[in-house]
């Protein structure tokens, strides 16, 4: 018999509807738990709660109790995967935190849905059938923490939420989902080339993240400069760009030794050090600013994050972000 630790953390899926305000709120009593017969009759579901949170309320300190929990499954030798349900707003950062942090020998997979059990059209039973299917399979070992909603399997690294409420919300800019679940049967098509795991028994770092725009100043970055922060993303213009009056302010930040990455604001596409004039993605690369490709500034400051508690110099994590 097969064995899946099903740890549930909050979320719309585990929401129901107040049929007399229309509000949509956590239920008293977990609305997916009428849906065990769903599975196969050799397979054991194992369910725990590690906390029951709407996603905004999650933290980098519950990204971590999470982690926790999965690497103990793993040195008790019990399980053939995880699976946790998650409220989709925060669900790509806490992959990427798992993605970044675990090493097991198991799937390890993230699933929310879109619409309360009780809602006309709901996907979270549908999702959650998805996720475990994905987590019993073989062929989704040694692909990274894997985040399946809408019969869509994705990875941590890239996926994001590109939609407030629909439920096909989840995709995967540029590089395209890496499987799919078609009925009983989940195919994958693509793979990941590398990983990176790094140990972390501690998130302690301060990381902000600043969105760039037409005609920004100093501002922010004269507030940040007197505050207490160990590090900032950028999700700058373009290819990775920044207004020239930004460029005072940048230069006061790493001479304090913040260690400073840049992502684009785009959709599509990487930030790479490609212009060379003022502000331009070559300038400030020169300046210290580490690039990196393929990364939202969301799963930047997840990165930078961990980075952080390794004890690296700015050219180490340099060197990390360009993997």
């Known amino acids: 018999m097969k064995r899946i630790l099903l740890l549930h953390?909050?979320?719309?899926?585990?929401?129901?509807?107040?049929?007399?305000?229309?509000?949509?709120?956590?239920?008293?009593?977990?609305?997916?738990?009428?849906?065990?017969?769903?599975f196969e009759e050799n397979l054991q579901i194992i369910e725990e709660e590690i906390f029951q949170l709407p996603s905004p309320h999650v933290t980098?300190?519950?990204?971590l109790l999470l982690q926790q929990r999965i690497?103990?499954?793993?040195?008790?030798?019990?399980?053939?995967g995880v699976v946790i349900t998650h409220g989709t707003d925060t669900l790509e950062e806490t992959a990427y935190f798992l993605d970044l942090t675990l090493h097991v020998p198991f799937p390890v997979v993230l699933t929310g849905a879109?619409?309360?059990?009780?809602?006309?059209?709901?996907?979270?039973?549908r999702n959650l059938q998805n996720a475990i299917w994905t987590a019993l399979s073989s062929d989704a070992r040694n692909k990274g923490v894997l985040v399946v909603l809408n019969e869509e399997i994705h990875t941590a690294r890239y996926v994001t939420k590109t939609h407030t409420t629909n439920v096909a919300t989840f995709r995967t800019p540029t590089f395209g989902p890496i499987g799919i679940v078609s009925k009983h049967e989940v195919r994958f098509f693509q793979k990941l080339v590398f990983s990176e795991t790094y140990p972390v028994t501690q998130i302690s770092s301060n990381v902000c993240l600043l969105?760039?725009?037409?005609?920004?100043?100093?501002?922010?970055f004269d507030a940040l400069s007197r505050s207490d922060i160990d590090g900032l993303v950028i999700e700058a213009l373009g290819a990775g760009n920044m207004p020239p009056d930004t460029l005072d302010g940048i230069r006061q930040l790493t001479q304090q030794g913040i260690p400073i990455v840049i992502t684009s604001?785009?959709?599509?596409?990487?930030?790479?050090?490609?212009?060379?004039?003022?502000?331009?993605?070559?300038?400030?690369?020169?300046?210290g600013l580490i690039f990196a490709p393929g990364l939202t500034g969301p799963k930047a400051r997840i990165?930078?994050?961990?980075?952080?508690?390794?004890?690296?110099?700015?050219?180490?994590?340099?060197?990390?972000f360009q993997l």
Request: proline share 4%; no cysteine; glycine share 10%.
């Open 265 to 287: 604001r785009a959709f599509n596409g990487i930030a790479q050090d490609i212009y060379a004039y003022t502000g331009g993605g070559k300038h400030l690369k020169e300046l």
């Open 211 to 220: 969105k760039a725009y037409a005609g920004m100043d100093n501002t922010l």
């Open 71 to 80: 690497t103990r499954a793993a040195e008790e030798h019990l399980f053939d």
């Open 114 to 125: 879109m619409r309360p059990v009780d809602e006309l059209g709901s996907d979270g039973v």
């Open 9 to 38: 953390t909050g979320g719309t899926i585990s929401m129901s509807t107040d049929q007399r305000t229309g509000a949509v709120k956590p239920s008293s009593e977990h609305p997916l738990n009428q849906y065990s017969h769903l």
């Open 303 to 320: 990165k930078l994050m961990v980075l952080l508690e390794q004890s690296m110099t700015v050219d180490e994590m340099n060197n990390r």
């Open 60 to 63: 980098p300190s519950d990204m």
